[in-house]
């Protein structure tokens, strides 16, 4: 084991391909001192950070329940544009094949920014031209003030670009406490797999139309599958569960709605399959 203190990264402990942090060190200064492929292991403990992720490598968690939790700012300093809005994320996985994230609770509840509208989003993970997997994690709280009918997104997925291997796997997480999509997918190059989350709204008190899963702008996603034990997504309390606008040839199989007034919306989405859903 080693450590590493510099001023480019700051201090943190590693051995050759795994790198490890603590409360004292920081996680951002351990992504930043990581190569491509490398490990980056989270103690347990209370981080206050936002989180930038441009290569591929694991940053792992030891556990998404009051473990190892990742607190948004209180003011979010990075955002980057789409299609002309600002995205403020927590945390901000782009422009890799391959960036897997387990074992974290991301609470957006400790960021007072009042400015998040339309056009400035605030997230609670982004995935935007990247792939990976994300998954055992809780990602909640991810509200703004007002009735911001398009800001609050638990889970942002986008992809422009495209490439064979940029997969999107979003597995056995829980999505809560989101302002308007507990999981949103756009753009004609995202390819993702949905399977084995719990995705919890609050559509009485919100004041914004919600989606448990939204499916848009030409992106392809598998949401549930075969096995309807293990793969099967469980969405409650939102006014839609699962929306494809725009979105062809998507499939949803297997998945549990309650307590939702609409269970599938499908505008514009010729080829969407709807298998063996309970509603």
Same mark, same amino acid.
């Given at each position: ?5 510099? !001023? ?9 391909? +795994? ?10 200064? #351990?992504?930043?001192?990581?190569? #491509? ?14 989180? +930038?992720? $441009? ?5 792992? $968690?030891? !556990?998404?329940? +009051? ?35 387990? $074992? ?14 339309? &056009?400035?989003? /605030? ?49 056995? +997480?829980?999505?809560? @406490? ?57 969405? &409650?309390?939102?006014?839609? @569960?699962?929306? /494809?606008?725009?979105? !062809? ?19 514009? &989405? ?10």
């Amino acid at each position: 084991t080693h450590v590493l203190d510099n !001023g480019t990264y700051g201090r943190v402990i590693f051995i050759p391909g +795994n790198w490890y942090a603590t409360e004292s060190t920081g996680i951002q200064p #351990a992504i930043d001192a990581a190569d #491509a492929g490398d490990n980056v292991y989270v103690d347990d403990g209370e981080y206050t950070e936002q989180l +930038n992720i $441009g290569k591929n490598l694991s940053l792992i $968690g030891s !556990g998404a329940f +009051n473990t190892t939790v990742l607190n948004a700012p209180e003011h979010l300093a990075l955002s980057y544009t789409q299609d002309g809005r600002q995205v403020y994320a927590i945390v901000y996985a782009h422009d890799a094949e391959n960036v897997n994230i387990s $074992g974290f609770q991301i609470n957006g509840s400790t960021n007072a920014d009042t400015f998040f509208n339309d &056009s400035k989003r /605030f997230v609670g993970v982004a995935y935007r031209n990247a792939g990976g997997t994300f998954s055992e994690n809780w990602v909640k709280d991810i509200l703004t003030t007002g009735n911001n009918a398009r800001s609050g997104f638990a889970f942002l997925g986008t992809d422009k670009i495209g490439s064979t291997n940029s997969i999107l796997n979003i597995e056995d +997480n829980t999505f809560s @406490g989101f302002q308007k999509y507990g999981i949103a997918l756009a753009d004609s190059q995202m390819r993702a797999t949905v399977t084995g989350n719990t995705i919890t709204g609050d559509k009485a008190n919100v004041g914004t139309s919600q989606s448990g899963i939204f499916v848009t702008s030409g992106a392809k996603a598998t949401i549930g599958g075969t096995d309807a034990a293990m793969d099967k997504n469980t969405i &409650s309390f939102t006014d839609i @569960g699962v929306e /494809f606008d725009g979105a !062809g040839g998507n499939t949803a199989q297997n998945n549990a709605l309650n307590n939702i007034d609409y269970g599938f919306v499908v505008k514009n &989405s010729a080829g969407t399959q709807l298998l063996g859903n309970t509603m």
